[in-house]
């Protein structure tokens, strides 16, 4: 009868070696530290564009980042509402009538007949289409076209030159301008701290005297918008009025305070090409009444100035979330003069293949141990790494 002489592990053994795995291997996994080698290499290029981009990275980060991105804060928009007033009383003598005008008037131009809808018989109106006209000629009473509309029929080819109303140059805007920020709970005004009731009475809005004045006069609106007040009375225009809050809520709220702009919107009047088309802004509205049992009505083309206000917004403070991730981005981008370097060393300068070898070590193909039952490719692994000898404790230098 054979026997073999191989003994094989009793179950104790087995269960030994089964626990003293699990202990390594949790040992390894909390109690070990891995860090890559680093080579130390003395050359003055590399070493001074290493640190030209680390400096440049720096001064991207404070500069860009923290100071002008303010990327140390987080940031809210507003919401908010605007309410304007307007006042003002004008005055004209148009042939010898006198007429006292406030906000609630408007002009209303001369209204004569078209010529260009004259007729002598029928034929003349046959075959058009415009107003709806009904292809009959009133020879006896006004020897124009008929047409199916009110009457007289509009014609606005005649506008007053200069404007009627030029003393509106002097009206007054008050506006008041409420905004909120939600997120961070913050609510302003723009009649800030100072402005009461007895500044208003006398304040009117000046740049550089009196920036925070919320009364407007009509004329410096239009001169600080770039637009030349007789040419807009007369055919009309547009005007933006922009108000900007821009706060920094790490300081106090009483310096979050609103900066107005003025700004010309639809074209400039003062172009010199006269055909270009829809110069100005106007509008049409009618009046409705009656009279002797009959409809009537006056239909109004009002040419005047519109204002838009436009509130921006936007609130900073500081928070923890924002800033870590800008400095977490920062500390990133510093790998780009590792890179570089690398780079340089290892393709540009002449001991290139030199700085190679003692960048990256290749070892020979090792035959692989048997594992032992139990035994991790681990252990087998720290057990070449012992018989490979490395020195790498003096720092290179460029010769």
């Not at 003598?93 to 906000?103: L, P, S």
């Not at 709970?185 to 006398?202: A, H, P, T």
């Not at 001169?223 to 030349?228: E, V």
């Not at 310096?255 to 702009?261: Q, R």
């Amino acid at each position: 009868m054979y026997t073999s002489g191989v003994e094989r592990p009793s179950s104790l053994q087995r269960s030994s070696k089964m626990k003293s795995f699990i202990t390594n291997t949790l040992s390894d996994f909390f109690f070990e530290y891995e860090t890559p080698r680093q080579v130390l290499v003395r050359s003055r290029r590399v070493g001074v564009v290493c640190r030209l981009i680390q400096l440049g990275v720096l001064a991207y980060i404070i500069g860009w980042v923290f100071i002008y991105e303010k990327g140390y804060q987080s940031s809210d928009t507003a919401v908010g509402s605007v309410l304007t007033k307007m006042k003002g009383v004008g005055y004209t003598n148009v042939t010898g009538e006198e007429r006292i005008w406030d906000v609630a008037d408007y002009v209303f131009p001369v209204q004569p007949p078209n010529s260009k809808n004259r007729c002598s018989s029928d034929a003349d109106c046959e075959g058009r289409s415009e107003r709806h006209m009904t292809g009959k000629c009133l020879v006896n009473t006004t020897k124009m076209c008929e047409v199916l509309a009110w009457c007289p029929v509009e014609d606005d080819s005649s506008i007053p030159d200069p404007a009627l109303l030029m003393s509106a140059e002097n009206f007054t805007l008050f506006i008041k301008n409420t905004i909120n920020f939600p997120a961070y709970g913050v609510m302003r005004c723009n009649l800030v701290e100072g402005i009461d009731n007895q500044y208003i009475k006398s304040c009117l809005y000046d740049p550089k005297t009196a920036p925070l004045c919320p009364i407007f006069r009509l004329g410096d609106l239009v001169q600080m918008s770039g637009f030349n007040f007789a040419a807009i009375a007369k055919v009309g225009g547009a005007i933006g009025i922009i108000i900007d809050w821009t706060c920094n809520l790490d300081h106090d709220q009483s310096d979050c305070k609103p900066i107005y702009s003025f700004h010309g919107l639809y074209g400039n009047p003062d172009e010199a090409d006269t055909a270009r088309a829809s110069v100005g802004y106007n509008f049409r509205y009618a009046k409705h009444y009656m009279e002797d049992k009959q409809e009537k009505r006056t239909l109004l083309k009002v040419f005047g100035i519109r204002f838009d206000i436009i509130v921006r917004s936007v609130a900073r403070k500081f928070d923890i979330i924002p800033t870590l991730t800008a400095i977490g981005s920062g500390v990133g981008i510093f790998g780009v003069a590792t890179v570089v370097c690398d780079l340089i060393l290892l393709y540009l300068l002449p001991k290139r293949e030199f700085y190679n070898n003692m960048k990256f070590k290749v070892t020979e193909t090792m035959e692989k141990e048997p594992l032992d039952e139990f035994k991790s490719e681990k252990e087998v692994s720290k057990k070449h790494s012992e018989e490979v000898l490395v020195h790498h404790e003096a720092p290179l230098s460029e010769t």
